[in-house]
């Protein structure tokens, strides 16, 4: 379990330094587990109670529009936290669902050690701050797309900053999560290759 480890500091080194003190309270209190593909890890209506580290393997989160429809509104590209992040922190019940779309590997956290071990750690808390301001910039990066690019630009941007989502889920959640339909998106394809 020392991989699912090395991958989260590496992962957090990127963004912050972690002292040796800090990676022994995440080893503490972060446990590892392997999901098989299709799982919910989080259902709509409830309060999340994870907070989840992809170690590999691909995860979406969705939720459903008026009509009944699944709305992919994030999908990961690579090791990261994927949590309903506003939900998770504020103990409140999620409208989301988080899907395992392959087998995954995960270091997970409940709410009430992520308390326990900010009051431990040197440097949680800076970390924690900078993750969620890094979020915040790609919500409104992502907002500022959806309203000023159309669906061949999105689609687009999304093969050249973030190729393994295209590589890696199917095209159906990919549409959704451009805000487009599935054959429109199978046009853009076809006709940009």
Sequence with gaps: MDR??????????????????DKEVCRLFFKPIR??????????????NYHNFIVSGYMRNFHL???????TVDLNDGPRFFTSYYHF?????????????????ILRICRDDVDRSAEMGETQKD??????????????????????????????KLLRN??????????????SYLGIKPESLSRIR???T
């Design 65 to 71: 529009d008026e009509k009944g429809n699944e709305v």
């Design 89 to 105: 922190m504020n103990r409140s019940i999620s409208n989301e669902n988080l899907q395992c779309v392959t087998d995954c590997e």
């Design 4 to 21: 699912y480890f090395d991958e989260m500091f590496a992962y957090i080194n990127l963004i912050w330094d972690i002292p040796e003190g």
């Design 35 to 48: 999901v098989k593909k299709d799982t919910l890890l989080d259902v709509a209506g409830k309060i999340p």
């Design 127 to 156: 970390y924690t701050i900078k993750v969620l301001q890094q979020k915040m910039e790609q919500e409104k990066e992502r907002i500022h797309d959806m309203a000023n690019l159309n669906a061949e630009q999105r689609y687009l």
């Design 162 to 175: 973030q190729p393994n989502i295209i590589r890696n889920f199917p095209l159906k959640y990919i549409a």
């Design 190 to 192: 076809k006709e940009i």
